[in-house]
């Protein structure tokens, strides 16, 4: 993959420098300041950038300012974004245009190699990579008019994990399910959020893209 980096923080940046070229990608170009980072995606239109939302000089949202735009001038530019803290408004902003090849991750995370270049995988591939404690504390900011409603508690959990990027066996193990029965809550939940019968896959990414906004506008 050819990847894009902005952070300012010149440790946390070489290293992901470090990190990703060791993994055989090519990271075609790195910025640290908010000005530099549109023209950068822009100008080398890479397969996934990786975003520090808080960029000088400011250091509020620099960072995702650029990204959202980016993403209105190149609709298909997957991005994971790198957050301190969960910064709810963020999120919002971020879902607002598309879900499809978004990651919202903290930083904590980027400290757990494996975890980190597989969401930077999936948000590439198009998929979602949202961390857990991103979507805990969306959930707790949900409205009384949630189409969400009808799902069980159950379903609600693999939809949750569906979000986070985990796959059908991945998210049976975490709940402690036979895959079969995972399997049969994501066929209720594609059933009760009216998603279409053909595709799976198509039907998957707009159950996440569903939840995701749901969560974002709550």
Do not use: W
């Amino acid at each position: 993959m050819r990847i894009l980096i902005a952070e300012d923080n010149a440790l946390l940046r070489e290293g992901l420098v470090l990190l990703l070229t060791s993994e055989g990608h090519e990271v075609c170009a790195t910025v640290e300041h908010g000005d530099a980072l549109l023209p950068a995606l822009l100008d080398h239109r890479p397969d996934v950038a990786v975003v520090d939302v808080r960029l000088p000089p400011g250091f509020r949202d620099e960072g995702l300012r650029a990204a959202v735009e980016a993403r209105r001038r190149l609709p298909s530019l997957p991005v994971l974004i790198l957050s301190q803290y969960v910064e709810r408004a963020y999120a919002t902003e971020l879902l607002a245009q598309s879900a499809s090849g978004v990651g919202y991750l903290l930083k904590d995370r980027v400290g757990r190699a494996d975890e980190f270049l597989q969401a930077l995988r999936r948000v590439a591939d198009g998929g979602t990579a949202m961390d857990p404690e991103v979507i805990t504390h969306l959930m707790a900011r949900r409205t009384a008019d949630d189409p969400l409603a009808a799902l069980t508690p159950r379903e609600r959990e693999v939809l949750a994990l569906m979000a986070e990027g985990h796959n059908n066996p991945t998210i049976a193990a975490l709940l402690f399910l036979a895959e079969s029965s995972v399997n049969k809550h994501i066929g209720s939940i594609f059933a009760k959020l009216g998603m279409p019968t053909p595709d799976t896959g198509h039907r998957r990414v707009l159950a996440v893209l569903t939840y995701l906004r749901t969560l974002a506008n709550g």
